[in-house]
């Protein structure tokens, strides 16, 4: 996205710098700054093994009642499983917060790269000041980069919103492109938009929104222990979401998380293919998620994508074991628009036009029980490739 077409949110500055914490020279340390401090509500890992600045920012979310000044961020390393993980997140906290002249407990830290490994944490202490010196409302490109691992591209996104009251925008960067599954998705994604808005109403939006999106997505099937999905309002336009405006505020937002999770389900590693599967005739939405989730997940359909090979009997059998009751005597399923199973039986078509529309970067496949329920749902994956195997073959070392 052009710098020119971005819609920044007021009030926000951004910095990114290199502190050496990865093995190469890029960027791996950012801060996004709120002034005046935004109201804020996150969605963390549902891991059992959590990092430990998840652990950290679950307590200063909730000792600054939804209030955020800052969020930290590094690359390269998790902090996770380590002896010094929350020393770590916690003083360099608190040297972020002493050099904003902020409360300690309005500093989010926030970190992705290898788990098990110590995190030096004089290395980001160090170079914190020259990053508050350098922030700036232009630079939210350079701290999207950033936030990346494996990622093979940025994933930033902007919207600007007509309200009532005026205009108000929304910024969203993420990342992510391996060990992603829903619930929370292996991911760091910070949104942020200048409407005011209070912790609670932004709590209920992040939540319907996830749902739809970071929700409905999944990579391998791996849920991080570092995942994070923040969403920031600070009021800075002036302009307040009214009742009557939020379902152009919503409408919005959602898009916007929608088209963050469907950049990652794109970059997913060493995938070829973006797959969209769309369920529809579930008895209800949880049905419907629980159905995409179980086809993108399997391997065996993620590997016949790669191989363009329309067996849509794996797509059958996937759902089969979802945990989700339908009848299979009512299940149609189109691949690229082709029917291939009506009824739960082959529907007779031509092969190699089908495998020509399967070797197109992005694979649809509908899934629809017919004379079901009205739920319905979007899923976004990746198919798998040897190069996933190859780039997490080689990850740590």
């Not at 290898?114 to 995190?119: A, D, P, S, T, Y």
């Not at 929370?184 to 996830?210: C, H, I, N, Q």
């Not at 409905?216 to 009742?243: F, P, Q, R, Y």
């Not at 399923?333 to 199973?341: A, E, M, S």
């Amino acid at each position: 996205m052009n710098q020119e077409r971005l819609h920044l949110p007021k009030g926000y500055t951004y910095a990114a710098t290199y502190a050496g914490i990865r093995k190469k020279p890029a960027d791996d340390l950012a801060l996004i700054v709120s002034e005046p401090a935004a109201a804020a509500a996150a969605i963390f890992t549902t891991n059992r093994v959590k990092a430990a600045p998840v652990l950290v920012s679950m307590q200063h979310l909730a000792a600054s009642k939804g209030k955020v000044r800052a969020v930290m961020v590094n690359a390269g390393n998790a902090n996770c499983a380590t002896r010094t993980g929350e020393a770590v997140a916690s003083e360099t906290s608190a040297a972020c917060a002493a050099l904003l002249g902020a409360p300690v407990e309005q500093v989010l830290p926030s970190s992705t790269g290898v788990i098990g490994m110590e995190l030096d944490g004089a290395k980001i202490t160090a170079k914190l000041p020259a990053l508050v010196a350098a922030l700036s409302p232009a630079s939210l490109p350079q701290v999207a980069d950033a936030i990346l691992t494996t990622d093979t591209f940025r994933k930033l996104e902007t919207r600007r919103v007509k309200l009532s009251g005026g205009t108000v925008r929304i910024a969203g960067i993420t990342k992510g492109a391996g060990m992603i599954h829903p619930n929370m998705a292996t991911t760091l994604s910070f949104v942020m938009t200048d409407a005011g808005l209070p912790a609670a109403s932004l709590k209920r939006l992040l939540r319907e929104g996830a749902d739809q999106s970071y929700h409905c997505m999944s990579i391998d099937g791996d849920t991080s222990t570092n995942d994070t999905l923040l969403l920031m309002a600070n009021g800075a336009s002036g302009v307040k979401v009214a009742k009557d405006d939020e379902g152009a505020f919503r409408k919005a937002l959602f898009s916007l998380l929608r088209d963050l999770a469907r950049m990652i389900a794109h970059d997913g590693e060493g995938a070829k293919h973006l797959i969209t599967i769309r369920i529809r005739g579930a008895r209800n939405d949880g049905d419907a998620r629980r159905l995409g989730r179980a086809i993108a997940n399997s391997p065996l359909v993620k590997t016949a994508v790669a191989g363009c090979d329309p067996n849509w009997g794996r797509i059958l059998a996937a759902a089969g074991y979802s945990g989700v009751e339908f009848n299979p005597a009512k299940v149609s399923i189109r691949l690229q628009k082709t029917l291939v199973c009506r009824n739960g039986l082959l529907a007779p078509f031509e092969e190699p036009p089908l495998i020509a529309k399967l070797r197109e970067p992005e694979v649809e496949i509908d899934f629809q029980i017919v004379g079901g329920g009205t739920g319905e749902c979007t899923f976004w994956t990746c198919d798998f490739t040897e190069d996933y195997v190859k780039i997490n073959a080689d990850y740590r070392t």
